[in-house]
């Protein structure tokens, strides 16, 4: 549950829907780049995800960076507007920080102006126990959760992703 100093009245608002499988392959994709900070996109319809596209984490400090290699971004957005989908979520990792946006996290999505989609974050601080969480990002900086909703998992709120979930 949350315990930051986030926006909970905003927490009901819009959850984003991610089915069992794709949170499997997003904590995957993670593990499989750690140390390394992985991205990607999430496409879908609505807040609904559908498709996960791995993305080529090209920041020449990738430890503790990100930056979508945007040939890959041209690729998936055609895709993504050939099956009438969009971006629902961009997502990367921290594989040693919490959670969470980081300061550069939340001024490139401003200054990116992608502020439609979720952004989501995988934690590998602790390795056995990924922990997933999903916000909106506003114009003006501020950072709100949202809950994850994992389709054919239940209900499910973000940030208590235990291994057992994802099985
Ligand atoms: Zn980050």
Same mark, same amino acid.
């Given at each position: 549950?949350?315990?930051?100093?986030?926006?909970?009245?905003?927490?009901?608002?819009?959850?984003?829907?991610?089915?069992?499988?794709?949170?499997?392959?997003?904590?995957?994709?993670?593990?499989?780049?750690?140390?390394?900070?992985?991205?990607?996109?999430?496409?879908?319809?609505?807040?609904?995800?559908?498709?996960?596209?791995?993305?080529?984490?090209?920041?020449?400090?990738? @430890?503790? !960076?990100?930056?979508?290699?945007?040939? &890959?971004?041209?690729? *998936? +957005? %055609?895709?993504?507007?050939?099956? $009438?989908?969009?971006?629902?979520?961009?997502?990367?990792?921290?594989?040693?920080?919490?959670?969470?946006?980081?300061?550069?996290?939340?001024?490139?999505?401003?200054?990116?102006?992608?502020?439609?989609?979720?952004?989501?974050?995988?934690?590998?601080?602790?390795?056995?126990?990924? @922990?997933? !969480?999903?916000?909106?990002?506003?114009? &003006?900086?501020?950072? *709100? +959760? %949202?809950?994850?909703?994992?389709? $054919?998992?239940?209900?499910?709120?973000?940030?208590?992703?235990?291994?057992?979930?994802?099985?």
């Amino acid at each position: 549950m949350p315990r930051d100093n986030l926006d909970h009245a905003d927490m009901n608002d819009r959850p984003l829907k991610l089915p069992k499988l794709l949170l499997a392959e997003l904590i995957t994709h993670a593990l499989e780049r750690d140390p390394e900070e992985c991205c990607g996109l999430l496409l879908g319809r609505g807040n609904t995800v559908t498709r996960l596209r791995r993305i080529r984490n090209i920041h020449e400090s990738r @430890v503790n !960076r990100f930056n979508m290699d945007p040939l &890959d971004i041209i690729e *998936a +957005e %055609r895709d993504a507007d050939g099956a $009438g989908e969009k971006f629902v979520a961009i997502y990367h990792s921290h594989t040693y920080s919490q959670g969470y946006p980081s300061d550069t996290d939340v001024r490139n999505a401003v200054e990116s102006g992608w502020l439609d989609p979720f952004y989501v974050l995988v934690s590998l601080v602790e390795k056995t126990r990924p @922990v997933v !969480r999903a916000y909106r990002i506003s114009d &003006d900086g501020m950072v *709100a +959760e %949202r809950f994850i909703r994992v389709l $054919g998992a239940g209900s499910y709120t973000s940030g208590t992703t235990r291994p057992g979930l994802v099985e």
